[in-house]
């Protein structure tokens, strides 16, 4: 069964950097990305990673974020940096065992974790 639980969230300023994890199990040979749902908003996907290492990013975060994974820990990261208070939201982890036709949108990912909040004060 897989499982996925999100870690690293908090607080911080803009121009910050924070680090959040995903501990999943089950899925060393799945596909992975992280999305995220700030308030009134809908949930969009942020980055994506495959079994094999490539990588998609959204427009909004290329050069800021980026996405890795740890197959021997079985776990995902993501580091954001220069974070702005546009990135406030709560951050979702995903996993697919087929990667989807179009990565960054919720509709193809089937297994959730259950997000960590990520604050960022101007």
């Known amino acids: 069964q897989v499982q996925l639980v999100e870690s690293g969230g908090g607080s911080v300023q803009a121009g910050g950097s924070l680090r959040l994890s995903c501990a999943a199990s089950?899925?060393?040979?799945?596909?992975l990305a992280w999305f995220r749902q700030a308030p009134g908003k809908e949930r969009e996907g942020v980055a994506a990673?495959?079994?094999?290492?490539?990588?998609t990013y959204a427009d909004s975060v290329k050069g800021r974020f980026t996405i890795s994974r740890d197959n021997d820990a079985n776990t995902l990261h993501l580091l954001m940096g220069s974070l702005k208070p546009e990135d406030t939201a709560i951050y979702y982890c995903?996993?697919?065992?087929?990667?989807?036709?179009?990565?960054?949108?919720?509709?193809?990912?089937?297994?959730w974790g259950q997000g960590t909040q990520v604050t960022v004060s101007s």
């Open positions: 995903a996993a697919h065992r087929r990667y989807p036709q179009s990565p960054l949108a919720t509709g193809g990912w089937p297994v």
């Open positions: 089950g899925v060393t040979y799945y596909h």
């Open positions: 990673i495959r079994s094999d290492g490539q990588t």
